[in-house]
């Protein structure tokens, strides 16, 4: 552990500092240093996009993301998104519809969504199949996700309600 | 804690010179952009450096115009950017064909340009590897494409050296003795392991496109299973001047069907001054199939993609004579 | 293909007479529709609407709880070593430098262990072992595991051992398992010095006879390649044997009691002491459904460290544990008159099992008996091989046995009708079993639907006007399917009276109902199928009722989430917990108001008098009156199938409680420079008895038409030598979101008499009919018959070479000159 290093990442709006080996991988990180599990290792080598989070926004690969390369930068993870009795108008229509099977991928699927619908509020369909064709579903055909994302967007219309939960940042006590 | 990569440093200039030197002081090391190519092959132990160079500190990189693009613009980037679809549309439409969305978030142009060569023989597990004894690419003795021991068939497997190469782009390196710049189209080498030009300790900053690059008529046709995340089995890239119905200079590209891009413009020499009809276009195309030599290390036979070369060539020239790729706003 | 006797022969089945009118005439009348028994007698409020997962919240909200989400005190976490020989004996093992690494706390290797904790999930075939302990039998067998501190250090641990492997003469190829072999891959198990690990020679009524005869016969061969499960989380296990001398396992299984017997086994613990928990799980479709050795070896390591130990496979691991669709290359033969009427069927399949028995002894029966529905066939006859190679194991995948066959059947259907010049409906119409019949190997059909399938995707799709008039390059096709709703009987027999599925129902003062059952939540919705009958039974809202199914500790035995039997057995077993409640609340009632219990139904969170529906009790009120000088109620509901079937060997392979049936019509576009296509759309109906959560039967179809086009499309575990060339989600292509076509989804309902208030199956069923449908309709759109999956557009331009280019096939009209007994080809 002598190479080790500190990390100061903003995840969910909250500073945190890690120790964590110089070749640390952002989605080991997240789960076994900051036990958010929330996010998935499906494959680890950026073939099936259940390690989807959102880094300044924009949906990216965990799993293919060094953690020195997210200090300084914006993370967001599912569990940002809403809580089982608060959840984000995304999570919402995912349970809702249909769009989550086994889960598994959900995070991934959600945060990629999340990401394209603060980008584009009001997708098309073809739009909506594009942003998500990095994201593998084995229990739903993606049907229902699709039905999920459309049903988001309408309830998420512009202008009132952005897409991010954003908590204000503040240092770790 | 859990680490799941060899232990190695990680560098994080913030310049070019600083990163250059960086690397003049670290020779054992590898260049890591958005890592989408070099993570997956380090967790599988595919040749792995104690020392990464990391890249996401280096703005200057991410500059992207019509005429100098930076080696750190993501595909992302690439293929939304304004005024690229604008004067170059065929860039940003074949970075928009790359790997999937999430990937093309963080890869990198000059990922893309300087992307390991691929062979199912290669990729693959250490597990994997060891009980076939490893092969000549990563740490063992022999080609399994093609059994001997002295040249590698690794497939390229980028699509941007394409339509750059078809386009005349120059790709810049930086070096501890200073920059050079070399054409792309004479950038790479038809070596699985020797792949390019560029030095070890170099790196290579920007792609530069000449003035008139707009001025061509470009398209590129690339062939895959899925509609994401696929390597191309093979890219056909076109670029072309044309004098009205006749042709004035063509540009051809056959892309991931050997080890290297291949620069089959001389294919359309005898029809320069000519009208580039249906015939001609059918007769270049044909010659595109006979000059590529595709091996078994993709997932569709090499003599389907050796027929495919054809059908994706005459697509290709005629997408570019009927005046290039054209980018709707619906491509995101 | 001409199989070679098996050497042997105990246990051939021959049944040469056989009354096919007598078998197919009805036993009963099906049930009027919107009556059941089961039927709650104001009508449904729950059952067959759309009702989100219960668990949706957690799911969405990254807090559902996976094995590799668990994280205990001082745990280790471990890695595989896996063999990189694919047959050759262990000499020796050298872990002196993995065990020196720092942080590296044990190292177990299978030869350490020996022989003598084998183990299986079928108790005839327990050729398994937790680690290979003289022999390893395929690439990616597992030899030894490495516990550490730190996940890299024990990968680190695992690539320092040494083993010194002594190469045996590998099987590679599934034919060549038919032959003898001095080095069998498991020399104390099958039938005789082959390969073969199971064979099947069967025959009801006089097939040679009818071919000979037949006014028109055909004959085709089909090679598929093997295909996976691809769930998305990959296996992982977390095992801690505790201070209390328990051993407990987190393990995302899809059979926790499989898995519970077998640790019993394995470990030497008597089953009291062991605890199978079942975190959330990322998906099974039949590739979580066997005991590993994995599992046994995680809970070995944790009973020696008294460490708690986990263990995630990376995604290659997951290939190389398998068990996925047999590798198959089969043989049908049918026999037709020229109106289409279906007089023989003859059938031979190869089925590559791999290096393990895993199902495979029902695998190979289901390669042929579920052919034996849901048309009328009067002569069958079934030679099945499955043989041991030195591959990955196959196993029990989404539609077990019945999907390659399937496809193989409908699409010689398709050809059969073409040249006799009928439609494809046609000839399905007129060879339907009727409902509640029986096949002449003594199948019971209950409920079926597959009449009102086929009429409504025809019309939805316009097949009559579009069918063969597409231009070309756009094509139709039908497929229709038939399967199993659970097996009939289970596979452990030596707990002769324990039931399938036994449901335990809980209310106590606080009026929250809780539901203990042991079937396992794999994302299709059991914990909430069950928590919406207990409600719907009691009459109750949803909100009141809470499932624990995780824990063997606290849940009753159910056998598994596979073969399809969950809604089947476990429903019922739910209804009656709840419906022996019910009568608990009408005598409290009954004493609370002085009327007669019966009078009394379940409505509204109240218990009301029918005949006077002002006198009513609440379900609160009512739940404590019961619980006078008693305490929390407690109720018990099982399930058996009931005995029936024919007596010869084998009997029982194939027969299950009630059936579901489809058809699908799919439309294709093939491209016709480069062969490549697409599949556009399908219109999907399928009989699932009733279907109890809409949304969930829904996003069964919706799922298995993705998994079953994937193996048309794209999906092929390729092997190279003894390697599997593709174990990773890049070279091992699952359609994306870009790839899946539009569905309309027809959910039909045949009122099964016995299944729980009408109920089957969706869980599988639905992925059968796809891959014909697609077949068909590349024929439709192109001219080219493919006979081998997948069809991949490199394969697909070579076929189409080898004809001479594409053409755009005609209406029907009869392409065979059919003589009165003459035999066609």
Avoid at chain 1, 39 to 47: N, S
Avoid at chain 3, 371 to 385: N, W
Wanted: aromatic letters at 6%; charged letters at 25%.
């Amino acid at each position: 552990m002598s190479r080790a290093r500190i990390l100061r990442l903003d995840v969910n709006g909250v500073e945190r500092s890690v120790a964590v080996e110089p070749q640390a991988i952002l989605l080991d990180v997240l789960r076994n240093d900051l036990r958010l599990t929330g996010t998935k290792r499906g494959c680890d080598m950026g073939t099936c996009g259940c390690c989807t989070v959102n880094i300044d926004g924009e949906a990216r690969l965990s799993c293919l993301t060094l953690a020195a390369q997210a200090e300084g930068k914006r993370v967001t993870t599912i569990e940002s998104l809403g809580t089982p009795t608060n959840l984000h108008p995304i999570q919402k229509a995912y349970s809702d519809v249909g769009g989550s099977q086994c889960g598994f991928c959900t995070p991934g699927f959600i945060m990629a969504t999340n990401a394209l619908l603060v980008k584009n509020p009001d997708p098309s369909m073809a739009q909506i199949k594009e942003a998500l064709s990095g994201n593998l579903c084995r229990c739903t055909g993606y049907i229902k996700i699709i039905q999920a994302v459309q049903v988001a967007a309408r309830e998420l219309a512009p202008p009132q309600r952005p897409a991010v939960a954003v908590a204000p940042r503040r240092p770790r006590p | 804690m859990s680490m799941l990569l060899p232990p190695f440093q990680v560098h994080e200039p913030s310049t070019i010179e600083d990163a250059v030197r960086l690397k003049a002081q670290q020779p054992e090391s590898d260049w890591i952009a958005g890592g989408t190519d070099l993570l997956p092959n380090y967790k599988w132990m595919l040749n792995t450096r104690p020392h990464v160079i990391s890249l996401h500190r280096v703005g200057a990189l991410r500059e992207i115009t019509p005429k100098r693009i930076g080696a750190l613009a993501t595909l992302t980037q690439l293929a939304t950017h304004v005024e690229l679809r604008e004067s170059l549309p065929v860039i940003a439409h074949t970075a928009g064909l790359i790997a999937s969305p999430l990937i093309r978030n963080s890869g990198t142009l000059g990922g893309n340009l300087l992307l390991e060569n691929r062979c199912f023989f290669f990729n693959q597990a250490h597990l994997w590897r060891e009980s076939i004894n490893f092969c000549l690419k990563a740490s063992g003795t022999q080609c399994h494409v093609v059994p001997q021991e002295s040249k590698c068939y690794a497939t390229f497997s980028a699509d941007l050296p394409g339509p750059l190469i078809a386009l005349g782009a120059e790709f810049e390196l930086a070096g501890p003795k200073g920059t050079r710049r070399i054409a792309a189209s004479k950038f790479y080498k038809n070596d699985g392991i020797d792949r390019h030009e560029k030095r070890p300790d170099e790196l290579l900053t920007f792609v530069h496109l000449a003035a008139d690059a707009s001025k061509w008529r470009a398209s590129y046709q690339k062939l895959r299973q899925r509609d994401s995340w696929d390597f191309p089995e093979l890219g056909i890239a076109v670029a072309l001047k044309m004098e009205g119905e006749k042709l004035g200079e063509a540009r051809i590209v056959a892309n991931a069907l050997e080890c290297a891009p291949k620069d089959v413009s001389h294919l359309a020499d005898s029809y320069r001054g000519k009208p580039l009809n249906e015939r001609a276009i059918d007769e270049i195309a044909a010659a595109v199939e006979q000059n590529v030599r595709p091996v078994k290390n993709t997932n569709l036979s090499p003599s389907y993609r050796k027929k495919m070369a054809r059908v994706f060539a005459k697509r290709a020239l005629l997408e570019a004579r009927g005046g290039g790729v054209r980018l709707n706003g619906a491509r995101a | 293909m001409s199989l070679p006797p098996v050497a042997n022969p105990k246990h051939d089945v021959k049944v040469p007479d056989v009354d096919p009118e007598e078998k197919w005439r009805p036993y009963r009348e099906p049930l009027a529709p919107g009556e059941h028994p089961h039927r709650p007698p104001e009508g449904y409020k729950i059952l067959g609407t759309r009702v989100p997962l219960v668990d949706g919240p957690l799911k969405v909200s990254g807090q559902g709880v996976y094995a590799d989400d668990l994280f205990l005190p001082h745990m280790l976490h471990a890695k595989l070593l896996h063999a990189t020989h694919p047959h050759a004996r262990i000499r020796a093992i050298d872990v002196s430098a993995a065990k020196r690494l720092p942080g590296v706390v044990d190292v177990l290797t299978g030869l350490e262990l020996g022989t003598g904790h084998r183990f299986g999930v079928l108790p005839l075939t327990k050729d398994e072992e937790p680690l290979a302990a003289e022999k390893v039998r395929y690439i990616g067998d597992l030899v030894a595991i490495v516990a550490a501190e730190d996940e890299w250090t024990a990968k680190e641990a695992v690539r320092l051992i040494r083993v010194d492997y002594e190469d045996l003469p590998a099987v590679l190829k599934p034919m060549d398992g038919l032959k003898p072999s001095a080095d069998k891959i498991h020399p104390d198990i099958g039938i005789d010095e082959t390969n073969v690990q199971k064979y099947v020679d069967q025959e009801f009524g006089d097939v040679e006879a009818a071919l000979r005869k037949a006014e028109y016969t055909i004959r085709r061969k089909w090679k598929f390649q093997g295909v996976t499960h691809g769930f998305t989380e990959p296996h992982a296990v977390v095992a801690h044997y505790t201070a209390k001398d328990r051993l407990v396992l987190w393990s995302a299984t899809q059979v926790p009691h499989y898995v519970h017997r077998a640790l019993a086994e394995v470990t030497g613990l008597p089953p009291h002491r062991i605890q199978v928990i079942r975190p959330q799980v990322g998906g099974g479709f039949g590739g979580k459904s066997d005991p590993f050795p994995h599992e046994m070896a995680a809970a070995l390591l944790a009973m020696r460290t008294r460490r708690p130990v986990k263990l995630l496979f990376d995604r290659d691991e997951s290939f190389y544990s398998g068990r996925g669709r047999h590798p198959t290359e089969n043989e049908f033969a049918i026999a037709l008159d020229r109106d289409g009427t279906l007089r023989a069927m003859d059938i031979e399949a190869v089925i590559d099992g791999g290096a393990f028995a895993s199902f495979g002894i029902i695998s190979t029966y289901y390669n042929g008996v579920l052919s034996m529905g849901p048309y009328k066939v009067p002569a069958f006859r079934y030679k099945g091989r499955r043989v041991y190679t030195n591959h990955i194991p196959s196993g029990a995948m989404r539609g077990h046995g019945a999907v390659n066959s399937r496809c193989t059947l409908e699409v010689l259907l398709d050809e059969a009708a073409e040249e006799l010049g009928l439609d494809p409906f046609a000839v399905r119409l007129r060879n339907l079993m009727p409902a509640y019949s029986h096949t002449i190997n003594d199948f019971r059909i209950t409920s079926n639907g597959l009449r009102e399938c086929l009429e409504t995707v025809r019309a939805a799709s316009k097949w009559d006007e579009r069918w063969r008039r597409l231009p070309l390059g756009q094509g139709l096709g039908l497929g229709c399917g038939f399967y199993i709703s659970g097996s009939n009987l289970p596979i452990h027999w030596d707990i002769p009276g324990m039931p399938q599925s036994t449901v335990h129902v809980k209310i106590d003062w606080d009026g929250g109902v809780t539901v203990h059952t042991g079937a396992a939540e794999i994302g299709q919705g059991s914990d909430t199928v069950a928590a919406m009958i207990v409600a719907e039974v009691l009459g109750i809202p949803l909100d009141r009722v809470r499932v624990y199914s995780n824990d063997s500790d606290l849940a009753p035995v159910d056998l598994g989430s596979y073969s399809s039997r969950v809604t089947f057995m476990m429903g019922n077993a739910a209804r009656k917990a709840a419906e022996e409640v019910r009568r608990e609340l009408q005598r409290a009632a009954a004493d609370v108001t002085g009327a007669q219990p019966e009078l009394f139904v379940c409505q509204d969170d109240a218990v009301v008098n029918q005949a006077d529906p002002g006198m009513r009790v609440s379900f609160l009120d009512a739940v404590r009156k019961a619980m006078d000088h008693k305490g929390a109620l407690v109720a018990r509901g099982s399930f058996n199938s009931t005995k029936m079937g024919g007596t010869f060997k084998g009997a029982t392979a194939g027969l299950a409680p009630a059936y579901s049936l489809n058809a699908y019509v799919a439309q294709v576009e093939v491209d016709l420079e480069t062969a490549q296509w697409r599949c556009t759309k399908v219109w999907a109906a399928h009989d699932c008895g009733k279907a109890l959560n809409r949304l969930a039967v829904e996003g069964q179809i919706e799922g298995s038409i993705h998994m079953g086009l994937g193996q048309v499309y794209s999906e092929s575990l390729e092997y190279r030598g003894a390697n599997l060339r593709n174990p990773n989600l890049l070279d091992y292509k699952i359609p994306t979101s870009l790839e899946m076509p539009d569905v309309e989804v027809f959910i039909v309902e045949s009122n099964d008499a016995e299944g729980p208030f009408g109920a089957k199956e969706a869980g599988e069923g639905p992925l059968l009919p796809i891959l014909p449908a697609v077949v068909n309709a590349i024929h439709d759109a192109v001219g080219v018959r493919m006979h081998e999956l997948p069809v991949t557009p490199d394969r697909l331009y070579e076929v189409k070479e080898r004809q001479g280019g594409w053409k755009k096939p005609t209406l029907p009209k009869a392409s065979v000159t059919v003589k009165a007994g003459g035999r066609h080809r």
